[in-house]
């Protein structure tokens, strides 16, 4: 093998792993940002939950309600 082979082969080799480290990275990413996705869609939910828990408590008049037998 002849020194332009040797260092062709190398690149190859370097290239190759430089690919799979890309698409670890890739995936890694993508699982990341669903977790991210998710949790965000938690967070809005509990959000708007507290928000309710927040609002005052309607106001009933006893004296101009109607008993729930009518």
């Not at 430089?18 to 991210?36: A, G, K, M």
């Not at 009933?60 to 729930?68: A, I, T």
């Amino acid at each position: 093998m002849n020194e332009t082979d040797q260092r062709l082969e190398k690149l190859e080799t370097v290239l190759m792993l430089l690919q799979r480290d890309v698409e670890q990275i890739h995936q890694s990413l993508t699982y990341h940002f669903e977790q991210l996705q998710a949790m965000d869609a938690r967070f809005r939910r509990i959000e708007r939950e507290l928000e309710l828990l927040q609002e005052p408590p309607e106001q009933r008049d006893p004296e101009h309600e109607q008993p729930p037998h009518y």
